[in-house]
């Protein structure tokens, strides 16, 4: 199972596994906006630039590497937002997209109209499973979504109800022991890694996953044979700081901060 690594992007962690069903032998592999509603969590990510201008550019760039290198033709995306990855991938025999919001929906609609063999699916996933498992998909994206959802154990199992044996499945969530996390714990700017930040709270995400923890939940679901594991995107500082390191100070910033001096 081949792939690597998408919201609050800390460093990102990766998990491809297979699940075994003892009973039936059934080989899944697992490798992830769902209140405000899903068009004004949207906005929030929009908002900080260090996210759009980097962070999801990037998470893009790492899905399509996954998508090229598997060779997969048949694709199942949960949850679009406003930047549906289906609008980058060049060539595929069946496409389907599963969003809970209208308007991200509608705006999925509007991106990739014209092109052809997509599907679209208006509900969460988990109630929608019935519908969507009439395709045998070969691969799965569950991207930065684990962490958002009120019941990732459901979702996962849901994931599993439409995998075939063939199925491979991305998974991706924020890291708890990101850098920047790590420091902010040492600086006694949180008590604990996983302790949910005023960011967390506004983008709804319910929880922070480090590896240990999500190896324990996906193992509920079933017997897990964890195939690739890992992190990318190293981050140690937060978004507004992580700005500043990438972009360049403006003439009249420096003006401004040399007159203060």
Do not use: W
């Not at 599993?160 to 420091?183: D, E, F, G, K, Y």
């Not at 604990?192 to 922070?208: A, H, M, P």
Request: hydrophobic share 35%.
């Amino acid at each position: 199972i081949k792939s690597s690594a998408a919201s609050d992007v800390y460093k990102r962690q990766l998990l491809f596994l297979s699940m075994f069903d003892r009973n039936q032998k059934q080989r899944i592999a697992l490798g992830f906006f769902y209140k405000k509603t899903p068009f004004e969590k949207a906005k929030e990510y929009i908002k900080n630039d260090f996210e759009s201008k980097y962070q999801v550019p990037f998470r893009r760039k790492k899905l399509l590497d996954i998508i090229q290198r598997g060779g997969y033709r048949k694709i199942l995306e949960i949850g679009c937002g406003m930047d549906p990855l289906a609008a980058y991938v060049e060539e595929f025999d069946e496409y389907t997209i599963v969003e809970p919001g209208k308007e991200f929906l509608e705006n999925a609609k509007k991106v990739l109209h014209g092109r052809k063999k997509i599907t679209y699916v208006y509900g969460y996933f988990e109630d929608k499973i019935d519908e969507i498992s009439q395709s045998a998909y070969d691969l799965i994206i569950v991207s930065s979504l684990l962490h958002e959802v009120d019941d990732p154990e459901r979702l996962l199992n849901a994931v599993r109800a439409v995998s075939t044996t063939q199925t491979v499945v991305h998974i991706n969530v924020p890291n708890a022991c990101s850098i920047h996390r790590i420091l902010a714990y040492e600086a006694g700017i949180i008590p604990e890694l996983k302790k949910l930040t005023e960011r967390n709270r506004i983008l709804q995400q319910n929880r922070v996953f480090d590896m240990e923890s999500l190896e324990q939940l996906i193992g509920k679901t079933g017997r897990v044979e964890i195939c690739e594991k890992g992190s990318y995107f190293v981050k140690p500082f937060s978004h507004a700081q992580m700005l500043k390191c990438v972009e360049p100070v403006s003439y009249t910033h420096l003006r401004a901060h040399e007159t203060s001096l």
